[in-house]
């Protein structure tokens, strides 16, 4: 039996997904789409190629923490400078930038390497249930 590899630049097949987040607890919204985008649940998978699907996640600001979370889990910004340091916690993205949570809670269960940034391009994150990819037919992702 042989082991079949994805080869690099080869067509894959790329379908749309969507998902909504609504009522979704955020870790594991995040491991379904991050192997989504990776192609994981695909055949075909190989860790070194993107052979992954576009994924569309709507009503992200609708999206559930477990705990005390909300007020406590803090996200840190440094601007280089000495005490350029900024935490800021999720309600107040959630006011202001809801699909920032996803995003970064995605990312994070990403591989550290350069095809991180190339499946990040894949994933659209919307704050509503409006989303401009109906012409895409996207098919539900199941979570």
């Known amino acids: 039996m042989k082991t079949t590899l994805a080869k690099v630049g080869a067509e894959t097949d790329r379908n749309w997904r969507i998902v909504d987040a609504s009522e979704k607890i955020?870790?594991?919204?995040?491991?379904?789409?991050?192997?989504?985008?990776r192609g994981r649940d695909k055949p075909i998978f190989t860790p070194h190629i993107d052979a992954g699907d576009y994924v569309i996640v709507i009503n992200a600001e609708k999206?559930?923490?477990?705990?005390?979370?909300?007020?406590q889990k803090q996200y840190m910004f440094y601007s280089g400078?000495?005490?350029?340091?900024?935490?800021?916690?999720?309600?107040?993205?959630?006011?202001?930038?809801?699909?920032?949570?996803?995003?970064n809670a995605?990312?994070?269960?990403?591989?550290?390497?350069k095809l991180s940034s190339q499946l990040l391009k894949k994933l659209r994150i919307y704050a509503?249930?409006?989303h401009p990819h109906e012409a895409q037919s996207?098919?539900?992702?199941?979570i």
Do not use: C, D, H, T
């Open 26 to 37: 955020l870790g594991r919204l995040a491991v379904q789409v991050a192997n989504a985008l």
């Open 63 to 71: 999206v559930k923490l477990s705990g005390n979370k909300e007020e």
């Open 81 to 103: 400078y000495m005490g350029g340091e900024k935490y800021r916690n999720v309600a107040e993205f959630r006011a202001k930038r809801p699909e920032f949570i996803i995003m």
């Open 106 to 113: 995605v990312k994070g269960m990403l591989p550290k390497n």
């Open 128 to 130: 509503g249930s409006e």
């Open 138 to 142: 996207p098919q539900p992702l199941n």
